[in-house]
């Protein structure tokens, strides 16, 4: 068990709180570094999706873990960088400036698609937003003019200020920078008075209003941020790919974004990484299994089915997903032998609009 | 000009008249309470003063100024905060972190700035964390700083979501029953704490409360509602006396 004791108040807003976190992410820092050297070409494949993944699941989070607004629309939020990404190329926009435009042009569909969150809650605000999905996989799908319809785009490899980055060791390393950006803003935000009024809006919505919190003010501005991101990611996802069409930007594409926050871990950017990892590990652990099961068991289509079965035990056995799990593992280590069930409950916050009286 | 004040308020939801033409005036500095028996309607008329309902009818003024018809963040934004009834503090955040919420009306950042943590936001955030210090301090919740509010028990809790309150620095601070679930010595404390308020402070107090100990011992003046009008008005002891009100509670003699 660590106990810190504090004796300033930059302490509580530093990014490490302490030697042993420096320590460790320092050492990842190094590992994610000298990747190209350690990881084989297939491992490097894995490593991009991993990043890429990771932003969108940063965006996800800020969203619908610090937010509390569940989106299953952040389909169409990638598409639309990655299509923005991909049509600015083809008019020979340089990267920097059409990465930007990405990010910005997915932040202003953000505003509008939270505009509905200013007025329906809950469960319905899921649905709109689904049905944005839908909406714009339609349109992506007929606006053959403009996006090749259901033949797609194909996209050249990035190239900044004319050096091309071919190999995948070049376009790790954009990843890398770009994920660390996004995350740094994440963190950044988290700690300053628009990440806790995100946070308040999250846990109670009447009380955050009485602090002076403009509820709606800061709904749209964390759709507009957390569809950025996804545009960041979507743009660098049409890169990785080099070939995008409507059917990568389906709902099933929603119903895994959505996954890697839940399964990762509600209220943790942390979660947002493991949750990452997972989703694009999982395929690769289900194809073993069917090398194991007799031929015809698994079915095609298993991928969605797992995913689903997961989702369901996770939120019903460990609501706090990996990066909770991960925490209880270390409070059982740190507090050995005096670890005991139930520390980390939750108290359950349903009647919420009973309380209010 | 009054400091704060509601002149023929009232509200209904679908037939229940909630609270019906009700007016008093709070002067600057002093401990206001409102009185009643249950479903009274004194929390509503809370909810109407946050503009959490809107008003049927009726007009709320503070410092001059018609509450009536701003958005609700508007009103923390004057200087009114509250506290709740039921307690309706961010759960899964830490004592701390509620406090940082309270300051939100005082924040001098902008969005851009934020994400970049600029040395400016990191100035913002050492003096808000100052600011919220003092009420630490002066609540005694220096125990319980990095605590996620969910595991405390319901006693402290309390204290925590009045400490957010005067995290705000408010000119008017509302508390909806401010003792009610606490024992005799919570109870002792929060006394001495709303005396505290009013004179070191020096905010205004407008509560709502059914322990009449505590009600005598740190009120100015007395409000008694039932079914949503008033039916008296002085000092404590006045309306604890006063006909109607024992009436009220105790039922119409026979
Ligand atoms: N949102 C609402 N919808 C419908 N009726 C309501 C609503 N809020 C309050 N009421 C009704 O208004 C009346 C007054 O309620 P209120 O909560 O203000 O009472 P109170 O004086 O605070 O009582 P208590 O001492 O129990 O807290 C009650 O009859 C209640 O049922
Ligand atoms: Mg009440």
Not at chain 2, 138 to 151: H, I, P, T, Y
Request: aromatic share 10%; glycine share 10%; hydrophobic share 50%.
């Amino acid at each position: 068990m660590r106990f810190i004791f504090k004796t300033d108040y930059e302490q509580d807003i530093r990014l490490f709180r302490h030697g042993g976190q420096r320590f460790w992410y320092g050492v990842l820092a190094v590992l994610l570094l000298l990747a190209p050297w350690w990881a084989g070409e297939y491992v490097m494949s894995q490593l991009h999706f991993i990043l890429i993944y990771s932003i969108v699941g940063f965006g996800l989070m800020m969203l619908t873990g610090f937010t509390g607004q569940v989106s299953l629309g952040h389909a169409a939020f990638l598409a639309v960088g990655a299509y923005t990404e991909a049509l600015l190329q083809a008019a020979g926009v340089p990267f920097v400036i059409s990465i930007g435009c990405a990010a910005l042009f997915t932040a202003v569909l953000g505003l509008i698609v939270g505009l509905p969150a200013l007025r329906l809650k809950g469960i319905y605000l899921t649905i709109a937003t689904l049905a944005f999905n839908v909406i714009v996989e339609e349109i992506i799908a007929r606006w053959h003019s403009l996006t090749g319809g259901n033949e797609g785009k194909h996209l050249k490899p990035v190239q900044i200020l004319g050096w091309k980055l071919e190999s995948d060791a070049e376009f790790y390393y954009l990843c890398l920078v770009l994920t660390v950006i996004c995350c740094l803003a994440c963190v950044n935000l988290l700690r300053s008075p628009t990440g806790r009024a995100f946070v308040a809006i999250r846990d109670s919505e009447v009380s955050a209003s009485c602090m002076g919190v403009h509820l709606a003010k800061y709904k749209t501005i964390a759709f507009a941020f957390s569809a950025a991101l996804t545009g960041i990611g979507g743009a660098l996802y049409a890169h990785k790919l080099a070939f995008i069409s409507p059917e990568q930007f389906t709902l099933f594409q929603s119903i895994e974004l959505i996954t890697i926050v839940i399964l990762g871990g509600i209220g943790f950017l942390h979660g947002a990484v493991l949750g990452a990892a997972f989703i694009i590990v999982l395929p690769q652990l289900i194809s073993i299994a069917k090398g194991w099961l007799p031929e015809g068991l698994v079915p095609a289509g298993m991928q969605a089915v797992v995913f689903g079965v997961i989702l369901v035990l996770v939120i019903i056995f460990e609501p706090l997903g990996l990066y909770g799990r991960w925490l209880k593992i270390r409070a059982w280590f740190e507090l050995f032998p005096f670890y005991r069930k139930g520390m980390f409950r939750r108290q359950k916050s349903y009647m919420k609009s009973e309380r209010l009286r | 000009m009054s400091f704060f004040k509601v002149e023929h308020l009232g509200i209904r939801f679908g037939g229940v008249v909630a609270v019906d033409n009700v007016g008093f005036e709070v002067k600057r500095g002093e401990v206001f309470t409102i009185i009643g028996p249950n479903g009274a309607g004194k929390t509503t008329i809370f909810n109407l003063i946050g503009l959490i309902y809107p008003a049927t009818r009726g007009r709320i003024l503070y410092q001059g100024r018609e509450l009536t018809g701003l958005p609700p963040h508007r009103v923390a934004e004057l200087g009114i905060a509250r506290t709740f009834q039921n307690i309706e503090l961010f759960e899964h955040a830490t004592v701390l972190q509620n406090l940082l919420i309270g300051r939100h009306r005082h924040r001098r950042t902008s969005l851009w700035r934020e994400m970049l943590f600029t040395s400016s936001v990191r100035q913002a955030e050492i003096a808000q964390r100052e600011a919220v210090e003092k009420v630490i301090d002066f609540l005694e919740l220096a125990k319980v700083r990095d605590s996620l509010v969910a595991g405390l028990p319901y006693g402290v809790r309390k204290v925590v979501e009045l400490g957010r309150a005067l995290a705000t620095e408010p000119r008017l601070l509302l508390l909806d029953e401010p003792s009610s679930g606490l024992n005799p010595e919570e109870t002792d404390d929060m006394a001495f704490w709303i005396e505290d308020i009013k004179r070191h402070l020096g905010i205004t107090v407008l509560m709502v409360e059914h322990d009449m100990n505590l009600v005598s011992r740190v009120s100015d003046r007395v409000l008694a509602l039932n079914m949503g009008s008033v039916i008296a008005e002085g000092t404590a002891a006045e309306v604890q006396a006063h006909p109607a009100v024992v009436e009220a509670y105790l039922g119409k003699a026979a």
